[in-house]
Every structure is written in structure tokens, then in C-alpha cells.
């Protein structure tokens, strides 16, 4: 587990790592993509964002969880679902 996981308090055996036996919860980033934040194309509960209209650069392309394609290049694939974390209180 790395350093940044034990100070979020994330304490489980499976997080923490990009290796087999771990949850490969991933995204990644077009860090070459600069645009602006757009409420018609978030992809979010709330459609709303407080960086609306903020050129941001550095977009998401795709997301894995549990090693699954939850979204790739536009398209979400709501069948796929993750876990909530648990945090120690130490």
C-alpha cells in the first residue's frame, strides 16, 4: 500500500496498488486536453459543476473499476458499479 492510501486511512489489503490481487480502480488522463467545463457535458448526479466555464486541461478518457470500463471515451456504462470505501477513525 502506498504512502498516500495510508494517510487517507485506507487500510485494505486490495487498494493501493497497480498489481494483480488488487481492485485496479483506474483513470485515465488525456493531460494534452484542454477545454472548458460545460454543463451539458457533465457527467454527474447534481449537472452541475463550480468550475463551469473554467478551461481546465486534463480530462478523463477512461475509468476502470474492479477492472471493469465504466466509461471510455464519452460512453458510461451505468451496469458497472464500485464499492464505497470504508476509512479507519485512527
Not at 38 to 58: A, D, H, I, N, V
Request: net charge negative; proline share 4%; glycine share 10%.
Amino acid at each position: 500500500m502506498d504512502v498516500h492510501s495510508r494517510c487517507q486511512g485506507l487500510w485494505h489489503s486490495e487498494k493501493g496498488a497497480i498489481a494483480p490481487g488488487y481492485d485496479a480502480d483506474l483513470v485515465l488522463v488525456d493531460l494534452e486536453n484542454y477545454a472548458p467545463v460545460r454543463r451539458e457535458t457533465l457527467q454527474t448526479k447534481c449537472r452541475w459543476s463550480p468550475f463551469e466555464g473554467w478551461e481546465l486541461t486534463g480530462w478523463p478518457v477512461t475509468t476502470i473499476v474492479g477492472g471493469q470500463v465504466v466509461y471510455d471515451h464519452g460512453k458510461l456504462n451505468t451496469e458497472v458499479r464500485g464499492q464505497a470505501l470504508t476509512f479507519s477513525e485512527t
